[in-house]
């Protein structure tokens, strides 16, 4: 698999195991994921702002063997029986309009009927070697304490841009080493020398030197995108 649209259907109130991906980057070959996160989300819309809230729900992720690319996505009987169901696919598959037995539906019948679902790969990767963190431009944290942003420089191009997540380590500093800097932004002073600016609370700020480390970048792939449609259920006796 490599990026894959995938179409499943699940009867309400079911467990569905049967989810079985092989991750190929590129095609043909295994893609061992076992230093990444794979996450696998389940919404009403992309890029969903309204009430509920997106994601609706998770698909349960089984690592089969992560070396091989192997994984399994499965949803519990719980998940199905709850999300919204495409009511118009479920009847009208069995020979019956919906509007004959209105009273089978409910609040939490998806109007559109279709979910949408990916799953991603949370990582990073090497983006430079650095040769030197100092002090950089002054800015005014809370208190008007006044400090600077930390400068650093690279070996050769860095190639980050103001909005990329960064990840420092191996400078041998605490103060730098694994510290989160998601929630910071660049700014990118040439293409080997960038700082990094301080969230409201003002951190980071400059506190030790160092000349040597690496600067990763984390990255987020789309593996798998498809939609997820849930039949409400119908016994045989209820139809008959």
């Known amino acids: 698999m490599a ?3 995938i ?3 699940v009867r309400e109130g079911d467990t569905f195991d049967e989810l079985q991906l092989n991750i190929e980057k590129p095609w043909g070959t295994p893609h061992d994921y076992s230093n990444s996160v794979l996450v696998a989300d389940i919404r009403r819309f992309f890029n969903d702002s309204v009430s509920p809230e997106s994601p609706v729900g998770s698909w349960g992720l089984v690592e089969t063997n992560p070396a091989l ?3 399994s996505l499965r949803l519990s009987s719980r998940q199905t029986e709850s999300l919204g169901r495409n009511t118009n696919l479920g009847y009208t ?3 019956f309009q919906p509007s004959g037995i209105s009273s089978a539906t409910d609040i939490t019948d998806e109007l559109q009927g279709v979910f949408l679902w990916d799953l991603r790969e949370y ?3 090497v983006q430079a070697t650095i040769i030197g963190i100092e002090a ?3 800015f005014t944290g809370l208190g008007g304490i006044v400090s600077s942003k930390v400068r650093i420089t690279t070996a050769a191009d860095h190639h980050l841009t103001s909005e990329d997540q960064i990840l420092i380590t191996g400078t041998g500093q605490a103060a730098y080493d694994g510290v989160n800097f998601l929630p910071n932004k660049l700014v990118i002073l040439s293409p080997t020398i960038f700082e990094i600016e301080p969230t409201t609370g003002g951190t980071p700020a400059f506190s030790a030197v160092a000349s040597v480390g690496t600067v990763s970048l984390y990255q987020e792939d789309t ?3 498809g939609t997820l449609e849930v039949i409400p259920r119908i016994s045989r006796d209820s139809t008959s």
């Open 3 to 5: 990026f894959e649209n």
């Open 7 to 9: 179409a499943v259907t």
């Open 69 to 71: 690319g192997q994984l």
């Open 93 to 95: 598959e069995r020979g």
């Open 123 to 125: 990582f990073s990767t």
């Open 136 to 138: 950089g431009t002054a």
């Open 223 to 225: 593996l798998a995108i």
